[in-house]
């Protein structure tokens, strides 16, 4: 049975575009949503006839980060199921991180939460000048834990540290200054900018690309299994606490959490 929560084009120079494709729900991240990523991530990145992935979503918004309907199912799972729906999305993330083919980014709309955590495991992030982006999840009494490892390989634990705890949105200069992006271009030029990334694989060695970006992951900060686990231990204690629970109430009921000051 396909996938209902994305959707893959291949074209004849093997360039895949894996589209995010919950436009209706401004492409947040579902479970099923989650396990799709994590099999198109390593169907493609085994498949001999793909040279590189754009990654890429579907209507106004890349992505609003985590699902509302899942964040009601954790307000009242038990610690287990938190812990399981978490690892989830950190296996998602680690599959792009270490996809054998190179990840290309094409970023527009709004990215908050788990869509910077998206582009931060991309090879190259490229957005729309008009994008906001914004780790958001201290607004709601959660840190973005499994997304972190990811954030703060792709910009350094100093700047990650200007937007990793504000919640505060950024746009898009901002984020090529952090390193989230490697440019900004206007909405109008996304395609061609993404496209000038694409070419140059199509000139390179497949094979030397693929360990290019392995030897670069093993030289890079070390995103293992203990780091995850101690990512996912991080966001449970999180959820099991009172500000969890008072933020997300608030936020369902369209009013200002209890620590909140306008």
Known sequence: M????IRIDVDNRGVATLWLARPEKRNALSAEMLADLTTAANRLGHDPGVRVIVLAAEGKTFCAGGDLDWMR?????DASTRAREARKLAHMLQALNTC???VIG??????????????SVCDVAIGADTIRMGLTETRLGLIPATIGPYVIARMGEARARRVFMSGRLFDAAEAVSLGLLARAVPEDDLDAAVEAEV??????APEAVTAAKALARRLGPVIDEAVIADTIDALCRCWEGDEARQGIEAFFARQPAPWSQR
């Open 106 to 119: 094409r970023l527009h709309g709004d990215a908050f939460g788990g869509g910077v955590g998206l582009a």
């Open 199 to 204: 070419a140059p694989y199509l000139q390179t």
């Open 2 to 5: 396909p996938p209902t929560t």
């Open 100 to 102: 054998a083919r190179p």
């Open 73 to 77: 199912e954790q307000m009242q799972a």
